[in-house]
């Protein structure tokens, strides 16, 4: 299946997510993250260099310092967030943007009570099928839904495949708020705070605003921005002050961590050298009342 475009270029990232993924494993175990499908993703190319995994692993590292460490840290700190939400009760997760990912596929027992829908453009969700599930929809329980983010309703297509407006929902938004106007951003927020049940809450991370301003000072800035640039100025949103930017959607910060906290807490323990992550990066968590 071919893409073309700016939606080539999200694929590209959702390929090159599953790349660093696939590599954490083979060179550090599960300690880097729990995504044992990652490898069913990668580009022919990917899955060449992945037979001698630590050159691999140092020619990521040295094309794009900074990608192998953040895309480990956010797995494991969004699967480690999921599995607490459904342990609180949560009744619908949302994975809007989502790729590759494979939760709904490697949480299955845990997620059983809960129903699960998977939310991005068609053809990134018909070239996930291809490459995760054989083919097969049926192989997921989750609920596939294709969409526009910048053009369609999220909340409104989501409801005409069986979304509960009342019920306890965890909304997973990841590697995406960076690749949209921050009216699309606003947007997706004003859903979960206004067509979600009581406790609904929404994990996401985001770029901050003085990166995008140019401020390269955090490790692995300019060749991360350098990065984007080739691929069509893809980046499109950051802010500095998460809390005030959701206040007015309604939302309330629960935590937000940034790329020293993720390095210390998924990372130091890795074998090998000290692992970084992207300096601009942050993960916030924020809850409906």
């Not at 475009?5 to 060179?27: C, I, Q």
């Not at 068609?122 to 054989?134: K, N």
């Not at 097969?136 to 596939?144: H, L, Y």
Request: some cysteine.
């Amino acid at each position: 299946m071919s893409l073309s475009g700016a939606k080539a270029n999200v694929a590209r990232t959702a390929h090159l997510t599953a790349w660093a993924r696939a590599l954490g494993r083979l060179t550090a175990g599960e300690a880097a993250n729990g995504d044992y499908m990652a490898a069913a993703a990668l580009l022919p190319y990917q899955q060449r260099l992945n037979r001698a995994p630590r050159l691999a692993r140092w020619l990521l590292e040295k094309g794009l310092p900074g990608a192998f460490g953040y895309f480990n840290a956010r797995t494991q700190y969004f699967d480690e967030v999921l599995l607490e939400e459904v342990r609180a009760g949560v009744q619908q997760v949302v994975i809007l943007g989502a790729g590759f990912d494979s939760r709904s596929l490697r949480f299955s027992d845990a997620l059983r009570a809960a129903r699960v829908f998977e939310v991005d453009m068609p053809e990134v969700l018909a070239l996930r099928t291809e490459l995760l599930l054989g083919g097969r929809p049926t192989a997921s329980s989750a609920i596939a839904v294709p969409i526009d983010f910048e053009h369609q309703d999220v909340g409104g297509v989501l409801r005409e495949r069986g979304y509960a407006l009342e019920a306890q929902t965890l909304f997973l938004w990841e590697g995406v708020t960076y690749y949209l106007p921050e009216e699309a951003v606003k947007a997706i927020l004003l859903v979960v705070a206004s067509q979600s049940g009581p406790r609904s809450s929404i994990l996401f991370d985001y770029v901050t605003r003085a990166f995008v301003d140019g401020d390269y000072s955090g490790y692995g800035t300019r060749r991360l921005a350098n990065g984007w640039r080739r691929l069509g100025n893809v980046n499109r949103f950051g802010v500095d002050d998460i809390a005030a930017f959701t206040r007015p959607t309604g939302l309330k910060v629960r935590s937000d961590i940034d790329a020293a906290t993720l390095e210390r807490r998924f990372l130091s323990s890795l074998p090998g050298r000290p692992i970084r992550a992207w300096g601009c990066m942050r993960i916030a968590h924020a809850q409906r009342p």
